[in-house]
T-cell receptor, first 111, second 114 residues
Framework: TQLLEQSPQFLSIQEGENLTVYCNSS?????LQWYRQEPGEGPVLLVT?????EVKKLKRLTFQFGDARKDSSLHITAAQPGDTGLYLC???????????FGGGTRLMVKP | ETGVTQSPTHLIKTRGQQVTLRCSSQ?????VSWYQQALGQGPQFIFQ???????GRGNFPPRFSGLQFPNYSSELNVNALELDDSALYLC?????????????FGPGTRLTVT
């Protein structure tokens, strides 16, 4: 059972468009990470958010942690073909680093 | 932070066999976690080791076991392989001082069970 639900599962857009990916849960997490994964490779950490309501920006990517620390969003402005990949959110609980992952959003940006 | 390596890259085994996967993390990364990622899904937590002791376990049977060594390397062992064990196996390491939950993944080992 996935405790973290990501939406949409698939997204195909044209270069230059904006998009938002959502990560929702009924559980509270002490931290939330977003990763990007290329085929045949391990996930690469993009950002960690730990405070409810926190917003972080990484170039054209904006990450937000919900006030109640149950949900998060990733917004990409002016998407580029290099943004293509699988985007995964993962929530951490407690003192350990045991992460619960969402099912992922597969993004394709067409030139 | 990078530097997490895994071996082998790919592996093909037969149902019923045993397999050992290896992971090497950076110096100082005293926590290692293993995840199983089936095709088209997000990674699922298998277990975590901290200072060579198992520190937490996901919903995986006892035939999945692990070891962590003082030199920051670790192993994932799977006995009595089943077809459903075919997946990408990922290890991730972390160290004191990182943000809660923050960890760095290796490239994974692709296991195929026939």
């Amino acid at each position: 059972t996935q405790l973290l639900e990501q939406s949409p599962q698939f997204l195909s857009i044209q270069e230059g468009e904006n998009l938002t990916v959502y990560c929702n849960s009924s559980s509270v997490f002490s931290s939330l990470q977003w990763y990007r994964q290329e085929p045949g490779e391990g996930p690469v950490l993009l950002v960690t958010v730990v405070t409810g309501g926190e917003v972080k920006k990484l170039k054209r990517l904006t990450f937000q942690f919900g006030d109640a620390r149950k949900d998060s969003s990733l917004h990409i402005t002016a998407a580029q073909p290099g943004d293509t990949g699988l985007y995964l959110c993962a929530g951490g609980r407690g003192a350990g680093n045991m992460l619960t992952f969402g099912g992922g959003t597969r993004l394709m940006v067409k030139p | 932070e990078t530097g997490v390596t895994q071996s082998p890259t790919h592996l093909i085994k037969t149902r019923g066999q045993q397999v050992t996967l290896r992971c090497s993390s950076q110096s100082g990364h005293n926590t290692v976690s293993w995840y199983q990622q089936a095709l088209g899904q997000g990674p699922q937590f298998i277990f975590q080791y901290y200072r060579e002791e198992e520190n937490g376990r996901g919903n995986f049977p006892p035939r999945f076991s692990g070891l962590q060594f003082p030199n920051y390397s670790s192993e994932l062992n799977v006995n009595a392989l089943e077809l459903d064990d075919s997946a990408l196996y990922l290890c991730a390491s972390s160290r004191p001082g990182l943000a809660p939950g923050e960890q760095y993944f290796g490239p994974g080992t692709r296991l195929t069970v026939t």
